[in-house]
C-alpha cells in the first residue's frame, strides 16, 4: 500500500475459524476489495481473537493459511492493500494493554457477544472472551482507522472502540480518530438458512444452516433446497413476518444486483421451490471464480508466506508511529536511537 495522506483509513479482520460462511462474505469480505481504492485499506487474519475458544494448534494453523487464501481470492491485492495475519504484528497486544486500563469491566460484561459467547460455553469463559473488544480496539486504533466494514453483530464492538478512543483522547489529548462501523444495505446479517430469525454462523451445529465458501456445486443447492421458508406461499420481501423468504431475496440480491421488485416480479405466482433453485445456482455461479482461485492459490504456500511477511512488515512500521505516540502520551520513559 503507497502511503496516502489524502486517504482515510479503513481496517477490518476476520477469525480463522473454519471456512467462511456465505454472512461473512456478504456482509464483510465481499465488500473489502471494493474500498481498495477510495481507501488505504488495511486487513488481517485475526488469529488471536480466536483463541478465546479452546482451538486445536495444528487446525488453528492450517485454518490461517487457509482464511488468507480465501481473502486474496476474494479479490484483496496485496499491491493496493495491507494484508497480514494479526499475531504477525504485536503492536496490537502492546496497544491492548494501555487499551485495556481504558476501559471498565461494566462496558465489558454488557457486550452481546460476551453474553452470548459465555452462555454458550459455560466451561470456558476465559479472560480473553471479556477483553476481546480491547484486542478489536487495538487492532482499529492501532492504524487510526476511520472506516471499519463489518456486518451487523461487530457493530457493538466497533462502537467501543469509539468510546475507549474518545476518552483516551479526552485523557491524554487528540490521539486516536474517531473509528465508524459501516455495513452494507443488504445482507449486513445474512440469517441462517434453518432458522431464518438467527444468524447464519460458522458454528452452528446444523450443517443444513450454512453455506461455506468452500461447499460445492451440489452442498450449496441441496442446502438451498431444503431452506426453511413460511405457509404462504407468496415470494415477497418482508423481513418481519417472512424472514426465510426474505433472506433468500437478499441474497439473491447480492449476487444478482436485481432489486426487491424486480425478483417479485420474475417470481410471480412461482413456488418457492423455483426461488430457492434459483438462488443456489447464483450463489454456485457467484463464488466458482473465487473457489477457483482459492484453490490455486493455496497449494502455493511460499507465496502465501511471501505476502504474510511482506504484510506484517508494512503492518508494524505503520502502526510503531502511532504506538510511539501513545507511550509518549501515557508518559513512558523513551529512550533514543530506539
Ligand atoms: P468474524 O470473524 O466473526 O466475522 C467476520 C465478518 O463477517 C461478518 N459476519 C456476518 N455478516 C453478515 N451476516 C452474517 N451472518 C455474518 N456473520 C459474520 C462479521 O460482522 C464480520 O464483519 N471480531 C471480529 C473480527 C475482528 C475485527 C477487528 C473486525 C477482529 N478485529 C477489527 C473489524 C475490525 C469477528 O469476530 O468477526
Redesign the pocket.
Known sequence: MEKDNAKKIV?????P?GS?????Y????RNWPLLQDEYNCIY?V?DQ?ALTVRQDPATLRKRTYEAFAMLLASGIDPEKSMLFV?SHNPIHSQLNWILACNVQYGELTRMT?FKDKSAKHPENINGGLLT??V??AA??LAYN?AV???????KQ??EL?RNIAQRFNSVYGETFVMPEAI?PKV?????SLQEPTK????SDENLNATILLSDDKDAIMRKFKRAVTDSDGEIRYDVENKPGVSNLMGIYNVFTGKSFEEIEKEFQGQGYGVLKEAVGQAVVDGLAPIQGEYNRILSDKAYLEGVMKDGAMKAQRYSQRILDKVYRKVGFVQLKNK
Open positions: 481496517f477490518s479482520g476476520i477469525q475459524t467462511f460462511t456465505l454472512g461473512n456478504i456482509g464483510a469480505v488481517s485475526v481473537h494479526q457477544q476481546y473488544p484486542l478489536m487492532d482499529i482507522a471499519v466494514p463489518v456486518g451487523i453483530d461487530q464492538h466497533v472502540a455495513s445482507g449486513a446479517k445474512i440469517m444468524k447464519m454462523s460458522k
